[in-house]
């Protein structure tokens, strides 16, 4: 694996209406199956930009700090039977010393959390609206004064709101 590169958190926004069957199946591929869905993937692996490109109109991503990883995996992270995922469960089945251990390897590109689901662990993370709602319109980029498409590192305030 690659330790370069940096690890996105894709959140989807929008819903299904008017879903175009291309963009549809990029979302299943991602794991963003409903609204307020999200999921983990490394900058490194082969084809996420061109499905993030896809999908840009329909979710927001950006890179994800340790900070944030850490929380997110404790408050939301699932295994089999919407069980929380705890340091125990992640010390016996992955072979790692706890969730920040966990968040060390996703974040190097040691480990991809999609691929964890072998293991028993859910693929992606299930959030609330965010509170306070959304800033800006859900139909426009984040650079044209919305919050749809690439957002850098204001991923993580966002992802706080709607843990």
Do not use: Q
Request: net charge positive; aromatic share 8%.
């Amino acid at each position: 694996m690659s330790n370069n590169g940096s690890l996105y958190l894709v959140i989807r926004i929008r819903g299904t209406a008017d879903l175009h069957p291309e963009v549809r199946k990029a979302l299943d591929l991602l794991r963003l199956r409903r609204r307020f869905a999200a999921s983990l993937y490394h900058s490194s692996l082969n084809g996420i930009r061109d499905m993030l490109r896809k999908v840009e109109y329909w979710t927001t991503y950006g890179e994800i700090d340790r900070d944030t990883l850490v929380e997110l995996l404790r408050k939301r992270g699932r295994i089999t039977g919407d069980k929380p995922l705890t340091d125990e469960w992640v010390k016996e089945n992955l072979g790692v010393n706890g969730i920040e251990e966990l968040a060390d390897k996703l974040l190097t590109g040691e480990l991809h959390y999609h691929k964890l689901e072998e293991k028993g662990v859910k693929p992606f993370f299930r959030l609330h609206p965010p509170r306070k709602g959304f800033k800006k319109s859900i139909k426009r980029h984040y650079h044209d004064n919305g919050e749809l498409g690439y957002r850098s590192k204001d991923i993580n305030n966002l992802v706080k709101r709607m843990m």
